[in-house]
């Protein structure tokens, strides 16, 4: 991206004694090792050399990234580029999938999330997913929230889990528009307010990391609007890490950004120096248009 000096100069007709200014040099496309600061002084999450396969076909190759406390990490990329595959390697996600094969290390604040021994659905309530389309339970709005901390034992007796749901709805930014139809159809609200429910119910077991597959993809501006809201809420109790299309949303909600390609993280660092000086060939080529 030019500045303001190199245009005028490149504007007019060129003197001996101009001198143009040196533009920085970008790194280019046919280097993929990861530009940028992946580490962060204190994760809560932190992955090291992650390869993922579906059967012989390599998908996600040698990525390491932090992820830190109280942060929004926006991931972005091509469609197909690895993102939500990556994504979902942070809960284990990839477990149902019965060719999916990860390799490297992905610890939840020092802890091996892939060790035989850790159980995968305490994991899941700790690193909670909300995903592109809201799918909330054939269950009432009060039975999509109380369902998790119920099975999880969270809730002593009737006056805790109304509690707990009542809390969650309110911080998912819904209890005002719900609490006189409780006991309707969760999947009778509308879209927005299905996707706020998912992350009602998401947060109702109290996780440590939230994770977001185009939350918003499904939403028209005004929902949209209010799940941006409610990110930058959640993300003073909460770490979150969301995949976005929309370069505009992870400029808006994301405290840090990462930039993959063709299953390689490209780049990292944060979102403001991301979006106005890119180091990467590639990370300028996708966010000014050129391809993607």
């Known amino acids: 991206m030019l500045n303001q000096k190199q245009a005028v100069l490149l504007e007019r007709p060129a003197k001996t004694n101009d001198v143009l200014p040196s533009a920085p040099v970008k790194i280019q ?20 050399n992650v390869d993922v396969y579906y059967d012989d076909k390599q998908a996600i190759r040698n990525v390491s990234i932090d992820i830190a406390y109280n942060e929004v990490l926006s991931m972005i990329g091509p469609s197909g580029c690895g993102k939500s595959t990556f994504l979902r390697c942070l809960n284990r996600m990839n477990d149902t999938i019965e060719s999916a094969r990860v390799t490297g290390s992905i610890e939840l604040e020092g802890h091996d999330i892939y060790d035989k021994k850790t159980d995968v659905v305490t994991l899941r309530a700790r690193v909670g997913m909300v995903f592109q389309k809201p799918n909330p339970f054939p269950k009432s709005v009060y039975e999509n929230v109380a369902y998790g901390p119920r099975i999880h034992g969270l809730a002593r007796n009737q006056s805790e889990l109304d509690e707990i749901v009542e809390t969650s709805l309110r911080r998912a930014g819904l209890w005002d528009e719900v609490k006189d139809r409780l006991r309707e159809p969760g999947t009778g609200l509308s ?41 930058d809420e959640l993300r003073q109790n909460y770490s979150i890490v969301i995949v976005t299309h929309s370069m505009q949303q992870a400029a808006r909600v994301s405290q840090r950004t990462a930039y993959f390609h063709l299953g390689d ?14 180091q990467h060939k590639l990370t300028e080529d996708y966010l000014t248009g050129r391809f993607g």
């Open 191 to 231: 879209g927005g307010q299905q996707q706020r429910l998912c992350i009602a119910r998401c947060i109702a077991v109290n996780p440590d990391v939230i994770l977001m597959d185009e939350p918003c993809s499904a939403l028209d501006p005004i929902a949209t609007a209010r799940i941006e809201e409610l990110i």
């Open 265 to 278: 993280l490209i780049e990292v660092g944060e979102t403001s120096i991301i979006f106005t000086n890119p």
């Open 29 to 48: 496309d046919t280097d993929t090792k990861t530009v940028g600061q992946v580490t962060v002084d204190k994760p809560i999450m932190t992955t090291r």
